[in-house]
């Protein structure tokens, strides 16, 4: 690739990761519009500090902004206050349910 190109390049994935974790903070916050704004702010507030970062880092950035995405998306759910009850409700959706037989090998927290 042209040494010209190689910062667009590196700004179309960039793009495209931002992109991603906005629709996933928006499928996650679907109906609590202040934690969505607030999402959204804070990772475009976080892209524009890293908006003149190496090579080398922007590709683990993006790389990164992929993984929190993905971990958006199947790791964390939304409750929703039950008006009759008071109680908070989880609705799992099926990215949320596991489809295997094992359990999941414990991840160390502390190596």
Known sequence: MPPLLR???R???ASRA???L???QRNLFASDVD???LARAQTREHFLENAAATRELAEQLVSD???SAA???RNVGQTVRDQTSGNFVLVPKPEHL???TAPPPPSDVNP
């Open 71 to 73: 971990f958006l998306r």
């Open 98 to 100: 596991s489809r295997e």
């Open 35 to 37: 934690a969505r704004a």
């Open 22 to 24: 906005l629709v996933a």
């Open 7 to 9: 910062p667009l390049r």
């Open 18 to 20: 931002y992109r991603e």
């Open 11 to 13: 700004l179309s994935a």
């Open 65 to 67: 902004a992929h993984a």
